[in-house]
């Protein structure tokens, strides 16, 4: 490539929230110039996720992933968000790798070049045109982190800024266990005080009324913080934690949830059982787990055919709170769609339908996460075992992106009385 002056390549803003858009644009091309956009990040397990798009300049020698197509690559089309969303690991990585925020008081790192030619491999082989950091965030400015440990709950709270009182959410993850912080940094950000609540390991309580109690005073501890308005505080949760999230909301005598939001979850459980007998269930069915042509594990027919038996399911007929449901057609770890249509036949039975709003989205898998995150078909889940989620790469981030969108406008209808004050970047 000849040209009189150097490419100038725009990231804007270079520093912003992860659910926040930006503009990519290359300037000072000849015109009609192949060359191909590039991201590289490096994960805090030391492994390297890539996308990259394919583009030709116009006839005033510049590029606008918003505007411009990508004719190859990772992601096509106008795809202004590609460089994130089509983001994988680079060829030879691992199998079932995951890219998971664990520090979110720095910043995702994403390295965006210009390559000239339509490139496809050995980016770090050859010298860029043009490079630019791009800082995404889940934890915005004046966001306070604070580590719980209070009548026995462990758990990280996230305080938005400003004098408060805040809404507050509980936010519960997935079986994987451990202590998830991203999402509630980003909730913090966008005006909820989120407890993200660490859990405890199977067997650890002496009793199934003893885990329900844990999360009962973890919802009290979020709920009674000075900071936080005590009548308007929900759950969120994912896969086992919308599990959970059902159940409190169903059964629990001591805390009232003002709103839950149920991602990828289902009401399946043994009577008078929580997560020891979650597991002690998933054991007992494991003969109905199937493989793809991978190899790779589809757990959704462990729960299948939803019971007919109340004393195998949560009673979601008792919920008095509004509920948002958040599922993908094609997940493949559990049969979330089937238990909605369950769920909602037996709110409608009891008078509640008008509480349950639902979302389905067409290709989209189990792992429903913050906008413009990677998405992941199949991942490495408990010991060796590749699960696979499901999923379609276009199809998922674009639910991803709308239903973080209609999630936060749940939030706000239920939680605020007034407009929030999230943090900007």
């Known amino acids: 490539m000849s040209s009189t002056a150097s490419p100038i390549l725009s990231v804007v803003p270079s520093r912003a929230l992860v659910d926040e858009t930006f503009r ?3 300037q000072n091309l000849p015109p009609g110039s192949a060359v191909t956009l590039h991201s590289l990040h490096r994960s805090e397990d030391e492994d390297l996720w890539e996308a990259y798009g394919h583009y030709v300049s116009d006839q005033r ?3 606008s992933l918003a505007d411009d197509l990508s004719f190859g690559g990772t992601y096509t089309g106008k795809e202004a968000m590609g460089l994130l969303w089509s983001m994988r690991p680079i ?45 995404r965030w889940f934890m915005g400015p004046g966001v306070r982190r604070v580590e719980v440990q209070e009548e026995g709950v462990r758990g990280t709270l996230f305080i938005p800024p400003g004098p408060g ?37 199977v067997g650890e309580l002496s009793s199934a009324s003893k885990e ?3 999360f009962e005073t973890a919802f009290n501890v979020i709920r009674l913080h000075p900071l936080v308005s005590p009548d308007r505080v929900g759950i969120i949760g994912l896969c086992i934690g919308a599990i959970i999230t059902n159940h409190l909301a169903a059964e629990s005598s001591v805390i009232k949830p003002r709103c839950c939001v149920c991602v990828s979850g289902v009401h399946i459980c043994p ?25 790779h594990e589809i757990w959704r027919y462990r729960e299948l055919p939803i019971p007919g038996d109340l ?64 998405h992941f078909r199949a991942t490495k889940f408990i010991k060796q075992v590749i699960l696979l989620c499901g999923g379609q790469t276009k199809a998922h981030s674009d639910a991803q992106e709308d239903s973080w969108k209609k999630i936060l406008a749940f939030l706000q209808q239920h939680l605020y009385s007034n407009n929030p004050t999230g943090a900007k970047m």
């Not at 037996?346 to 996460?369: S, V």
Request: negative net charge.
């Open 91 to 135: 060829p030879g990585s691992c199998k079932g790798l995951r890219l998971r925020k664990k520090n979110v008081c720095t910043p995702q790192l994403v390295h965006i070049s210009v390559y000239d030619g339509h490139v496809e491999e050995g980016f770090t082989e050859r010298p860029p045109l043009a490079s630019v950091l791009s800082e």
């Open 271 to 295: 009577r008078g059982e929580l997560l020891t007998g979650l597991y002690q269930a998933m054991v007992a069915n494991a003969h109905k787990v199937q493989v793809d042509e991978n190899n």
């Open 61 to 63: 020698g510049s590029v």
């Open 165 to 201: 009182p805040f809404p507050g959410v509980m936010d519960l993850w997935g079986g994987g266990g451990g202590l998830v912080e991203y999402r509630s940094a980003l909730l913090a950000s966008r005006g909820y005080a989120s407890l993200a609540l660490q859990y405890f390991a």
């Open 212 to 214: 329900f109690e844990y």
């Open 311 to 374: 004393a195998k399911k949560i009673d979601v007929g008792k919920i008095n709170c509004p509920m948002l449901l958040v599922n993908g057609l094609d997940d493949q770890s559990m049969p979330t769609v089937e238990a909605a249509e369950d769920m909602a036949h037996m709110m409608r039975a009891a008078g509640k339908d008008h509480l349950l709003t639902r979302i389905e989205y067409p290709a989209t898998g189990h792992l429903i996460e913050p906008p413009y995150s990677p």
């Open 24 to 26: 990519v644009t290359v």
